[in-house]
């Protein structure tokens, strides 16, 4: 018997019983959809960390004082270092894989808005750590040297913050009043949704007017943007080793380490949609199954009397093989189609790009085509193994 006979024959015998056919294939196109859709929306996430660690960067460096428990108390309070704007200059001439510093120094302040207090986070900052976290502005502009030489009472709102504070209103040009100062919005900010910084809900001042609103110099943080990140960071190290006496009272971390940990939770979070449209995947498989011997049971007399005419137990399991493969790629390709609609639809209501490509389409192949000879190799073992002197004579 030629492969197209087995293949038309298969064909024919899924079209004889098409409510059963349906249904059969229908588990496959909602486990192949399932695993299309987990993939589009895993792929997207990878390639957006990926973008915006490119984008970012690797090369910065956060140091803040380690904070130690106070046990004088019965409420456990924190305390640790403190840096001070000479660190600023003495690290620039220390550290020669340094490129730039950048302190900052936040605390929060009472905001009103329909007759109800908000506290929110007001940072202040140097020029240099909108370049150094890449920082998309929106609409406006950056503070510049110009407004820490002039001592203008400028800020920046992050996007979600500006629409806390102004609703629907266009903050630009607006005033805000931030411990009773008035200060001018001069640009609304995107934050980057990675890395060591996160402005969306934070308003941003220039840093000699945060040290004269918060009435202090300590800066609790820096950042650091390195020429070498490994070498920057040991010659940070040597620094407060010489200046503080000892370098463990400071904490080191670069930005490279904390997006690699980001890369790989998203990772493991694409490993669990994996997972999931697997499941599925195998949900669908075990209906196949279930199906296919139903088929055995009801068209025992037709295996019979094709075992009969000649018809070899390789033949008779060929053919049981082959509707089970078929089923699973008319399934996999209706499958395809709406995973690709329902990524669409989820890319439109959460904003983030699809990722479909031919390379998807071959996977869903593939798997559709393993998942048919695994779920159909029992059917059709068992359709081949027919007794046709048995066979012949059921009702």
Request: aromatic share 8%; glycine share 8%.
């Amino acid at each position: 018997m030629l492969p197209r006979d087995i293949i038309g024959t298969a064909w024919q015998s899924l079209g004889v019983h098409r409510l059963r056919t349906g249904l059969s294939i229908l588990g496959i196109v909602i486990g192949i959809a399932s695993f299309s859709i987990m993939y589009s929306v895993g792929e997207s996430a990878q390639q957006k960390t990926n973008q915006a660690i490119q984008e970012l960067g690797a090369d910065v460096i956060q140091v803040s004082p380690q904070r130690t428990k106070l046990s004088d108390k019965k409420e456990p309070a924190t305390r640790g270092e403190t840096l001070s704007l000479r660190d600023i200059d003495g690290i620039k001439g220390f550290c020669p894989a340094v490129l730039d510093v950048s302190p900052e120094i936040s605390d929060s302040s009472d905001f009103y808005r329909h007759g109800k207090k908000e506290m929110l986070n007001v940072t202040g900052i140097l020029p240099a750590y909108e370049e150094m976290f890449k920082l998309q502005d929106a609409r406006g502009r950056t503070i510049s040297e110009l407004d820490l030489e002039s001592g203008h009472q400028v800020c920046l709102l992050g996007d979600m913050v500006a629409t806390r504070i102004f609703g629907n209103k266009d903050p630009l040009g607006e005033q805000l009043a931030i411990k009773g100062y008035l200060f001018k919005v001069i640009g609304i900010i995107k934050d980057t949704g990675l890395g060591m910084v996160n402005v969306k809900n934070d308003i941003l001042i220039p840093l000699p007017l945060a040290q004269r609103l918060f009435q202090s110099n300590e800066i609790r943080t820096l950042y650091v943007r390195a020429r070498d990140t490994n070498s920057a960071m040991a010659e940070l190290e040597r620094y407060f080793q010489l200046r503080y006496g000892d370098a463990n009272r400071f904490e080191i971390r670069s930005q490279k380490l904390l997006l690699q940990t980001q890369e790989k939770n998203i990772k493991i979070f694409e490993y669990i949609l994996w997972t999931i449209g697997s499941i599925s995947l195998l949900v669908g498989g075990i209906g196949i199954m279930n199906i296919m011997l139903v088929s055995v049971t009801e068209r025992v007399r037709e295996i019979g009397i094709r075992r009969a005419l000649g018809a070899t137990k390789t033949e008779i399991k060929l053919q049981f093989l082959c509707e089970s493969i078929l089923l699973c790629l008319v399934g996999a390709i209706g499958g395809t189609i709406l995973g690709f609609l329902g990524a669409r639809l989820i890319s439109y209501l959460f904003r983030f790009p699809p990722v479909f490509s031919v390379k998807l389409l071959l996977i869903a192949l593939v798997i559709a085509s393993v998942l048919g000879i695994v779920c159909g190799t029992y059917p059709a073992a068992r359709a081949a193994n027919q007794d046709p002197t048995v066979v012949l004579r059921y009702e």
